[in-house]
């Protein structure tokens, strides 16, 4: 018996060739945009909010913004895989608008920006309950410390 086959990988096709098509309209990444845009970024202190007319121009501390909240959310903290997530996960890629910084890039951002994103997030999450995005689950955490038989004092 055959096994199930996939489409040929050098066959032309149709499909939606537009980043919006492939995001869902109830995803989280359109919910992290939303907020985003919404907030005014140079009065809550990110650096490179405000744009010289020499020199490179740097990433937009907004894209930089949200993919921290879509990293923190899905439990993705290095700069690195952050960076690898750019470059393979579309709802980043849309939320990026097909960005893809370095990891030192990334880097930079959180180290000059650690007293800014840190009242991101507080608000963000202030925010989420709000609008009742997320149930409040109970967590328990167990703070028992038990001395093993290897341990050095034995």
Same mark, same amino acid.
Request: one cysteine or more; proline letters at 0%; hydrophobic letters at 40%.
């Given at each position: 018996m055959p096994y199930i086959r996939g489409e040929n990988r050098n066959q032309l096709s149709l499909t939606p060739m537009? &980043? *919006? *098509?492939?995001?869902?309209s109830s995803s989280i990444c359109r919910v992290i945009a939303a907020y985003v845009e919404s907030l005014d970024l140079a009065e809550m202190g990110f650096k490179y909010a405000e744009t010289k007319e020499t020199g490179r121009p740097p990433y937009n501390p907004a894209n @930089? &913004? @949200? &993919?921290y &909240?879509? !990293?923190?959310l899905n439990r993705v903290r290095s700069s690195r895989r952050l960076e690898a997530e750019t470059q393979r996960n579309l709802e980043v890629m849309w939320l990026m608008e097909k960005l893809t910084p370095d990891d030192k890039t990334i880097c930079n951002f959180r180290k000059d920006n650690a007293a800014a994103l840190k009242k991101v997030f507080r608000e963000f999450s202030l925010w989420c309950n709000r609008q009742g995005l997320y149930g409040k689950e109970l967590v328990v955490? *167990? !703070?028992?410390k038990i001395r093993a038989n290897n341990s050095r004092r034995n």
């Open positions: 537009c &980043l *919006d *098509d492939y995001v869902g @930089m &913004l @949200m &993919l &909240l879509y !990293g923190y955490v *167990d !703070g028992t």
